[in-house]
């Protein structure tokens, strides 16, 4: 029974990890409003690409070299 089990408690041990990371490395900075950090791992911010991920743009638009 252990052994049937297992697969299932991969994603819920995996889960509940990035949940503790996210509160406690993000929570706070997300609270207070932001931060660098949030700044920087921002992609989209009112519909338009951040300016450090502007190499993503031909991409987000479907458009091929």
Not at 28 to 38: K, M, N, P, R
Request: glycine residues 10%.
């Amino acid at each position: 029974m252990a052994v049937g089990n297992l697969p299932n408690e991969l994603p819920r041990d995996a889960s509940r990890y990035f949940g503790e990371q996210l509160i406690k490395f993000v929570l706070e900075d997300l609270a207070e409003g932001g931060s660098e950090i949030i700044d920087r791992a921002t992609i989209i911010l009112n519909g338009k690409l951040s300016a450090q991920f502007e190499y993503l743009r031909e991409y987000a638009e479907g458009e091929e070299e």
